[in-house]
Nanobody, 119 residues
């Protein structure tokens, strides 16, 4: 019914940059908040950044000043620009969206994209 597809992960050296994208598709009426979460090996999933439909943003302290979340409402897509990457940013990054379909709201998740920061 609704699908989130992430792209843009990969291997990058410390100090490098990556841009993640997540596109929502399906029978979507509207999308409220969208966000990125990550899960490192052996750790719990944690919030990275969120953005409301109006563009208000929130970041984890660990990524403030290095990561930027943005969205294109016309394309139902959210982005995460990651700069000055550190080895501790290595994780599977998941896209999340609060999607409204006809008659109900869904908490949708993508399949995850792996980001590896290593020299």
């Amino acid at each position: 019914q609704v699908q989130l597809v992430e792209s843009g992960g990969g291997l990058v050296q410390p100090g490098g940059s990556l841009r993640l994208s997540c596109a929502a598709s399906g029978s979507i009426f509207s999308i409220n908040a969208m966000g990125w979460y990550r899960q490192a090996p052996g750790k719990q999933r944690e919030l990275v950044a969120t953005i409301t439909s109006g563009g208000s943003t929130n970041y984890a302290d660990s990524v403030k000043g290095r990561f930027t979340i943005s969205r294109d409402n016309a394309k139902n897509t959210v982005y995460l620009q990651m700069n000055s990457l550190k080895p501790e940013d290595t994780a599977v990054y998941y896209c999340n969206a609060a999607i409204v379909v006809i008659f109900k709201a869904l908490d949708a998740w993508g399949q995850g994209t792996l980001v590896t920061v290593s020299s």
